[in-house]
């Protein structure tokens, strides 16, 4: 936890969100990308934000769920996120954002799902200490495999990748398709992982599994409780 | 769909709980077992009933999402349930208790968990039709081992096995351990399958994965209506 660290942070738009929507434009591309967003002097988001392939800043979806954890100290520098799991029609498709700790939460899917999105992307940074625990990278995964499936959606999971200090940032980026196979997987270098995603598929597997048209809200106030 | 079939519908207790509890008490097992439910005539309920191993009912839990499916004539048979997703403190765990496209459902889990649930049981009767698909049958449990490490807990998919008419029952019934692995499972032919469950396992995993100390109520809302 240092203080110092919050000189990196910056406003949205601001010159990191600039220089991707400039790289945006130039390969035409629609980008997800990350930024330490200060609102105010020590008032920060770790937020993602989304820029169409002309470069436009289509919007961002700040973390909503931080955890503390060793070596992760967010509850220090990040503001738990306000945004309200916003969904981005971009060229490509209705995609949702959120980020890292967010993926572990069901909720998060459910609600981007019941917006409309089709995709969900997670730009996140998962390490662990020393040797990485098989089953905790297979936890991780099955989890937002999970999410495709119960919500019939595509997943695309960003991890970094590499060593800082003690910790191994294991990579393997997926991309999930709406049964939750991983149709796309990366190693644990640097690389750019691709997948083609299909309209058709969704739509096709999203009338097969009609989870939405059964779904008993009324029944569902136990989630908006912290503890019963 | 036959009318015919309410006259196979009974009260909880009844003949089946009745058969059930006494197997329960001679065997020293907790049971849970399904029951065509009988309210009123016509007013009938698809329920789940827990049995302790000393032959006492515990209660029950009634489906809550009824699908309707080519030979799934469901939402003909049964109302949706109202139990309110109970748990059930038994002499082997606090279990929570859903039946097949329950299954399907993230809320499900979610709820059970916030009430302390160790373990969810699912039992299922899912079949497809001619050939059965992998990818299908791969989401089933994808989907089930992912609400496993989204709520740090066990799940015991229970699924009926052989043939009828056009129908190929896939068995397959598996137990999950709280990160999602899949630690017994099961073939398509009648058969037990047994797993150990870790109690310290579980409590280990849960401080470790601490996603409900972050979950975000007040940004849930969405979750409780029908469609945005």
Not at 36 to 56: H, L, P, R, S
Not at 118 to 134: C, H, K, M, N, Q
Not at 136 to 149: E, F, L, P, S
Request: proline share 6%; net charge negative; glycine share 8%.
């Amino acid at each position: 936890m240092d203080p110092a660290f919050f000189s990196w942070a910056e406003p949205v738009p601001g010159p990191t969100t600039d220089a991707l929507a400039c790289l945006a434009a130039q390969f035409h591309l629609v980008v997800v990308g990350s930024v330490f967003e200060q609102v105010d002097v020590g008032f920060c988001f770790n937020t993602a934000v989304v820029i169409e392939a002309d470069g436009t800043l289509l919007g961002k979806s700040r973390k909503m769920h931080i955890p503390q954890y060793p070596h992760y100290d967010e509850k220090f520098y990040f503001t738990p996120g306000d945004t309200d799991y916003p969904v981005f029609d971009t060229s490509l498709a209705r995609i949702a954002v959120a980020t890292c700790w967010d993926q572990w939460f069901s909720e998060v899917p459910r609600i981007a799902r019941l917006k409309g999105a089709e995709l969900i992307v997670y730009p996140t940074a998962i390490a662990l200490e020393g040797e990485i625990d098989r089953t905790v990278k297979d936890a991780w995964r099955t989890c937002m495999c999970g999410h495709a499936v119960a919500n019939t959606m595509y997943v695309a999971a960003v991890n970094r990748v590499g060593r800082e200090e003690s910790m191994e940032f294991w990579g393997g980026s997926f991309v999930a398709d709406p049964l939750g196979q991983v149709i796309r997987k990366g190693t644990s270098q640097e690389e750019v992982v691709t997948a083609q995603l299909s309209g058709p598929r969704l739509e096709e597997t999203r009338i097969l599994n009609k989870f939405l048209r059964d779904r008993r809200p009324e029944t569902y106030g136990a989630l908006l409780k912290r503890s019963p």
